[in-house]
């Protein structure tokens, strides 16, 4: 059984900062790429970012490029996104996710997480 756990949402001003967490846990998650996707109010999910088993590979979706960062532990099988500057259309429900490979996820996912929501007021 494959879980995700995510933590770290909430409400934050516009230019503010937030880190959000994913724990995971399962057998199947060795090796395994984690990413985040999101999805707001009204519309269909969407990727945001990816990372590698090593962490040597990351995606990113072009909305989030220069002020969102991923990154992983895998000691504690725990991947992390910090997201800088935020904007209101940042607003969303995050979801972490996990699928073999960093060029998978770009674009759906095997495992998810249940949500967590990140608020930015204006």
């Known amino acids: 059984q494959v879980q995700l756990v995510e933590s770290g949402g909430g409400l934050v001003q516009a230019g503010g900062s937030l880190r959000l967490s994913c724990a995971a846990s399962?057998?199947?998650?060795?090796?395994?790429?984690m990413g985040w996707f999101r999805q707001a109010k009204g519309k269909d999910r969407e990727f945001v970012a990816a990372?590698?088993?090593?962490?040597?590979?990351?995606a990113y979706a072009n909305s989030v490029k220069g002020r969102f960062t991923i990154s992983r532990e895998n000691a504690g099988n725990t991947v992390y996104l910090q997201m800088n500057s935020l904007e209101p259309e940042d607003t969303a429900v995050y979801y972490c996710a996990a699928d073999r490979a960093v060029g998978v996820l770009t674009t759906g996912a095997s495992y998810w997480g249940q949500g967590t929501q990140v608020t930015v007021s204006s």
């Open positions: 990372i590698s088993w090593t962490g040597g590979a990351t």
């Open positions: 399962g057998r199947t998650l060795s090796s395994s790429a």
